[in-house]
């Protein structure tokens, strides 16, 4: 009923929605494909505590967030033309543009966090092509997520084609963040990524189960010299690949990946250098009364040495920082080549609890890369538990004891709901 409210409240939003929806339902009439929909809920609710405000007129004390997120679908198959729209309504109650007791339009709005269409089979061949504004995870999303955990997600805009056969699987992107034909009379100046991302089959050897064996390679550019006096202009490569086996009730994984390129400041050029590389090692332990998984992972991401002229920093600003690096997220930005990087290990622990309740156990410890001081230590603790009408509970907490300062705790309880 809220999203019913909302959609008619927005007139202008609505026709264009109207238009879109029977264009597919008009596709599904002409190719007698069928409609799924599926509407997913969230509610979190946030707290945390932080170091004490500098300023004397704030007391200490917990501050609380109520975080919503509703999303509609509508899902268009079985034919050789697909389509898929995804509206989503993302807010914080009480929010600055929610205007909430006042009797007026909102200014947040509700958009299609998903828009496209597929077309299949081309060529006759198990190939598919995606146009529009989508999702797209890759590997373990360390690269390219859809950054669940923010109460908006991530989508890329562009074109997306993939296919699935015997080999294994192939994906090639091209990704448009930023279209400047408005400023500029040139491709040359549009923010895009254009990449490869190789997943061939691997043949099972003995005693080992080679599961995973990803191969990867994109690039980015970037050119603001038409938007300011100050030229900026990048060119970054990322090559890498990602692995995975199994071994007796063992699991190994790792990745690695390296970028190169160039970043052009006022003529002053600097060649970009760095790595990432990581390593996971889990236990299966399913077997055992109560803990099921214990699992110990290396992180290391390369950072930026200011006396330097090249810049080491690995840039990952597409990546699910907060998937491998705890809660407080701290030192998980890595949006450009100049950041400090991060030097970590972690310990983590699954348990199955009664009640059908699972137990996650997380401790971080953080390490600056170039001075190699320590940053601080982190402790995640999540309870969740799968509802019987198509919900999942959690309940966590995280502590953060920096290196210096007072200790950071964030708490959140979330329900999520799919239907």
């Known amino acids: ?229 100050e030229s900026v202009k990048i060119e970054r490569s990322t090559m890498g690949s990602r692995w995975a086996f199994n071994f007796l009730f063992a699991k190994f994984e790792g990745e690695f990946a390296i970028q190169s390129g160039k970043f052009n400041q006022l003529s002053s050029i600097s060649e970009i250098d760095a790595n990432f590389n990581v390593f996971n090692f889990h236990l299966d332990l399913s077997r055992l009364p109560i803990i099921s998984k214990i699992s110990f992972g290396k992180e290391y991401f390369s950072g930026d040495d200011t006396s330097t002229v090249d810049l080491e920093g690995f840039a990952n600003p597409w990546g699910a920082g907060h998937k491998y690096h705890g809660y407080t997220d701290q030192f998980t930005r890595f949006n450009d080549n100049d950041r400090s990087g991060l030097d970590e290990w972690n310990v983590k622990a699954e348990f199955s609890l009664p009640g059908n309740f699972m137990l996650n156990v997380h401790y971080h410890d953080f390490k600056d890369v170039i001075k190699l001081d320590p940053l601080g230590t982190e402790l995640d603790v999540v309870i969740s538990k799968k509802m019987g009408f198509g919900g999942v509970l959690q309940q966590g907490f995280a502590v953060y004891w920096p290196e210096e300062g007072e200790k950071i705790q964030y708490s959140f309880f979330m329900l999520n709901i799919t239907l």
Do not use: C
């Not at 192939?170 to 991302?197: C, K, Q």
């Open 1 to 229: 009923m809220y999203l019913a409210n909302r959609y008619i409240r927005f007139s202008g939003r609505g026709q264009l929605m109207n238009k879109y929806f029977s264009v597919l339902v008009l596709l599904s009439s002409t190719f007698a494909a069928d409609l799924e929909w599926q509407a997913d809920f969230r509610y979190r609710l946030e707290t945390d505590k932080d170091i004490e405000n500098a300023d004397p007129i704030y007391t200490r004390a917990r501050n609380t967030f109520h975080y919503t997120r509703s999303r509609i679908s509508l899902r268009l198959v079985e034919g050789p033309i697909t389509g898929f729209a995804q509206l989503q309504d993302s807010r914080l109650l009480g929010g600055e543009d929610n205007f909430a007791g006042l009797s007026k339009a909102s200014g947040v709005k509700i958009e299609f966090h998903q828009i496209y269409f597929q077309v299949n089979n081309l060529l006759k061949r198990n190939w598919s092509m995606r146009f529009g504004r989508f999702e797209m995870p890759l590997g373990a999303q360390r690269l390219f997520s859809k950054n669940n955990w923010n109460n908006y997600g991530r989508s890329f805009e562009g074109v997306h084609s993939f296919t699935k056969n015997s080999f294994g699987s192939i994906n090639l992107f091209h990704l448009i963040n930023e279209e400047n034909s408005g400023t500029a009379d040139s491709d040359y100046y549009d923010e895009r990524i254009n990449g490869i991302y190789l997943s061939p089959l691997m043949n099972h050897l003995p005693f080992i189960d080679m599961n995973v064996f990803d191969l990867y390679w994109y690039n980015y550019i970037k050119d603001e010299t038409f938007l300011t006096d």
